[in-house]
């Protein structure tokens, strides 16, 4: 892995189409910036109020979207302090890219459930991600 920091994040605004009988809402185009091929796509359901931390991926890119609900996502880079919080979903429905490398975990902040999307840019693989218990980082998820 090459040196890589929270500002490496990148936060793409995403454009919602209205369209009577329900809305078009773009994700990913291989013209944009963010795209570094593409591995799969998969998605994960997260209740209000679940956490899912803390994964850090050693070879895949991730392009997240959230078009259902609203999802916490913490991002931090080994050894340094702080965090970068961003919220995103329908009501901020925007793609964050994550390089390879930064720790992160994320929230679910609407109820029921939210949807998040990842376009991989390598196919899943469990041995190609770290992971640590979410008690093993201190951060604070009760403040929203």
């Known amino acids: ?6 500002d ?7 454009e919602r189409i209205f369209v009577s ?3 078009v809402l773009r994700g990913l185009k291989s013209s944009d910036p963010g795209y570094s091929g593409f591995g799969e796509v998969y998605c994960s359901f997260i209740t209000e109020g ?10 895949m890119v991730m392009n997240l979207v959230v078009p259902f609900g609203m999802v916490r996502f913490v991002f931090f880079q080994e050894g340094l ?19 390879p490398g930064l720790w992160f975990g994320f929230q679910g902040l609407a109820e029921p459930q939210s ?13 190609e991600a770290e992971r640590m218990a979410v008690s093993e980082v201190e951060y604070d998820w009760s403040t929203r």
């Open 50 to 59: 679940t956490v899912k931390a803390w994964k850090r991926h050693t070879e």
């Open 1 to 6: 892995m090459g040196a890589v920091g929270l």
């Open 21 to 23: 009988g329900g809305d």
């Open 115 to 127: 949807l998040v999307l990842n376009i991989a840019s390598v196919p899943h693989e469990p041995r």
């Open 8 to 14: 490496d994040i990148l936060l793409t605004p995403l």
């Open 81 to 99: 302090d702080g965090f970068r919080v961003e919220d995103v979903g329908s009501t901020r429905y925007c793609r964050l890219t994550i390089p």
